[in-house]
């Protein structure tokens, strides 16, 4: 949360620009550059970085019926309906074509290995594993709940979303002609860049960026969440203490993520460690510990948790209860040779590309 909210606080800017049509009167060079005078801006990214924070903690602070739970489902309701007037929006445009095919036409000559280890780290992210937010929010549910049909309509509307994400974005980059990138370059370099160029940029900037907000609000809610939650239930504390210890503390951890780019702190940081406290950070966490905790919980369920305890939770309030014993497999066998294998190419300990490279 600490260097996401970073993230999300561009986000919040860029929404701010979009309001007061920051493109107006400047070139394609111009226009790219306000994100690298933003992310060199110490002061205005801190600004925003709280805003973000402040926005989360308000979220979390009243509980999880009247919070969580009810910003989310407008957030999401609003979310999807963003993703389909873009998309609606994008089916108009010239490049549209294009992207439907880079998008959905398999290209196995550049396939690798490694290409299918990096989807599957992607998956981590979305699907929100070994941050605990499973197991927080899983804690709330009602014992009549069917688990495995949850998590199958969560899986399927990720997929879906996804979908409608990237035919939103890529028609978007194709029609002016754009490289496809990834990270921080493609949201706030290329797509305002693009912007710009469209009929109704004013509209089209503030909505895009609204919606990245509301993106990065729904995961961040529950990261604050699953920490103020274990406050509250192994010590005890009561949720405004947990909720605005947890928002501060995060506020704080983040000030050297948000400084990253102007060497105010740690001006050695890139000399020792050869990239700046930002991506550090980004690279501990998706390399390392998203994967291990997600490691650790597959080892945990499948070889350490009384079994029976684990088939009666899984049953509970299902029809699906054939699906145990795939499960219970992929648990202990398919999960953790996966997230293995992820870690050691992530790390570089192997190169799975070279070791399973096909020889015509």
Not at 62 to 82: D, K, N
Not at 147 to 156: E, L
Not at 293 to 318: H, M, N, P, R, S
Request: with cysteine; proline share 4%; charged share 10%.
């Amino acid at each position: 949360m600490s260097f996401y909210s970073v993230i999300a606080g561009w986000g919040l800017n860029y929404v701010f620009m979009s309001l007061n049509q920051f493109y107006e009167n400047k070139t394609p060079a111009e226009i790219e550059h306000i994100f690298t005078t933003l992310s060199s801006s110490g002061d205005i990214t801190l600004f925003w970085h709280f805003a973000f924070t402040a926005l989360t903690v308000a979220v979390v602070y009243p509980g999880v019926r009247a919070g969580v739970e009810y910003w989310s489902r407008l957030m999401t309701s609003g979310l999807l309906i963003l993703l389909v007037i873009f998309c609606a929006y994008s089916v108009t445009l010239d490049g549209f074509g294009q992207a439907v095919e880079f998008i959905f036409k398999p290209n196995f000559a550049a396939f690798k290995l490694s290409s299918a280890l990096e989807a599957l780290g992607l998956s981590f992210f979305t699907l929100s594993l070994g941050q605990g937010i499973m197991l927080t929010y899983g804690s709330y549910m009602r014992r009549s709940e069917d688990i495995p049909k949850t998590a199958g309509i969560i899986a399927t509307m990720i997929v879906f979303i996804s979908l409608l994400a990237a035919l939103m974005i890529f028609p978007i980059i194709f029609t002016f002609g754009s490289t496809p990138e990834g990270g921080p370059g493609l949201v706030f370099k290329t797509l305002p860049l693009l912007f710009s160029q469209l009929p109704g940029a004013l509209l089209l900037s503030t909505a895009f960026f609204t919606l990245f907000v509301f993106t990065a609000l729904t995961s961040s809610i529950a990261l604050v969440e699953v920490v103020a939650a274990n406050f509250m239930d192994l010590h005890g504390w009561s949720r405004k203490k947990a909720v605005l210890i947890v928002g501060a503390a995060c506020f704080t951890f983040g000030i050297p993520s948000a400084l990253a780019e102007t060497n105010t702190l740690f001006s050695n940081w890139i000399v020792i460690y050869g990239k700046n406290f930002f991506d550090t950070i980004g690279d501990l966490v998706s390399v390392w510990l998203l994967p291990i905790d997600g490691l650790l919980i597959a080892i945990f369920t499948g070889w350490v948790l009384d079994k029976e305890i684990a088939k009666e939770e899984f049953c509970q309030g299902t029809v699906l209860k054939w699906l145990w014993k795939p499960w219970m497999f992929f648990i202990r066998w398919v999960a953790p040779i996966g997230i293995t294998l992820i870690i050691l190419q992530k790390s570089g300990v192997v190169d799975l590309d070279t070791l399973f490279t096909i020889h015509k």
